[in-house]
């Protein structure tokens, strides 16, 4: 274990053993606010994108209802702003709200003020349009590295419970590799963490939380790590998915780079039926009622 392993406090055992349901999560932010494409839209021009977060956000919520399934909705506080009727249907159909940030800014962008006002405004418009408690975060992009774990303090003096922010793996646009895999604090004062989840292979960490990855690669190879993580590690994993992934209608985007082609569209036109698999094979709920014993 590194030397920044170590200085985490680990608290997965409080979660071993106990048979709990995997994590179902949704970062709910539309096609044209993902950090791949900001460099070609423009803050400006969203307001007159055509939004297909609406239909999308029907769509899962009529595929969680079928099947039974509750899950945690990372909610843009942007996507409050101008679709409150969509953030008050999800609530209004048992998933618990919490935040995304307002704009999708990642966190290095923020002075450690910036942030806390971005994180503080951002649950108090969820709170005043769901009428429900926001206790968690998940910052876009998954920002929570080693440069700013400050954010895990500076999110628990903002009044939140939990983050879910750090992908304990390698990739060339974040995580932190070292990071313990289940519920650590990273400080005494901070917020709980409940990272992304990953399969230990071969000396290191393999991202198998859903995304990208789960468009990319076969169905079974998903299946297959949640188990683990259930069986062999007797730990609930954390799967998460965007709107606009079930929605391969959505308008093209050009003069991006053919790597942020690739994973942006890649497989869209199966996403459904994957994620029903999903939805139909494993036991799933809401973030809150898992990792914090809220009713
Ligand atoms: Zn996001």
Redesign the pocket.
């Known amino acids: 274990m590194t030397a920044v392993a170590t200085k985490f406090e680990n608290l997965a055992q409080e979660y071993r053993g106990k048979q709990l349901p995997n994590a179902m999560t949704v ?1 709910v ?1 539309d096609y044209f ?3 791949a494409f900001e460099n070609t839209i423009s803050r400006d021009d969203w307001e007159n994108m055509p939004a297909r977060l609406p239909r999308n956000i029907d769509k899962i919520l009529e595929m969680f209802d079928e099947a039974g399934v509750k899950g945690t909705f990372f909610t843009l506080g942007w996507v409050c702003q101008n679709f409150p009727q969509v953030v008050r249907n999800i609530a209004e159909s048992g998933h618990e709200i919490a935040s ?1 940030g307002i704009e ?1 800014s990642r966190i290095g962008s923020f002075s450690q003020a910036e942030f806390r006002a971005d994180v503080e405004e951002s649950r108090r418009r969820l709170e005043d349009v769901s009428g429900t408690r926001v206790a968690g975060y998940r910052a ?2 998954f920002s929570i590295g080693q440069k700013t774990l400050w954010a895990h303090d500076v999110l628990a003096e903002a009044g939140y419970t939990y983050s879910s922010s750090v992908f304990p793996i390698q990739h060339d646009h974040y995580g932190l590799p070292e990071a313990p895999r289940f519920p650590f604090r990273s400080s005494d004062t901070g917020v709980l963490e409940i990272p992304m989840s990953s399969v230990s292979l071969m000396g290191r960490n393999w991202p198998c939380s859903g995304g990208g990855y789960f468009r990319l690669l076969p169905v079974p190879y998903s299946k297959w790590a949640v188990r683990r993580i259930n069986v062999k590690e007797q730990m609930p994993a954390v799967f998460y998915f ?1 709107p606009w992934e079930l929605d391969p209608d959505q308008p093209k985007i050009e003069g991006i780079s053919g790597k942020a082609r690739f994973r942006h569209y890649v497989n869209l036109g199966k996403f459904e039926s994957r994620l029903s698999q999903m939805l139909r094979d494993f036991d799933w709920d809401r973030m809150d009622r898992i990792f914090l014993g809220s009713a």
């Open positions: 970062d932010e606010q993902v950090s995304h999708h876009p992009s965007h």
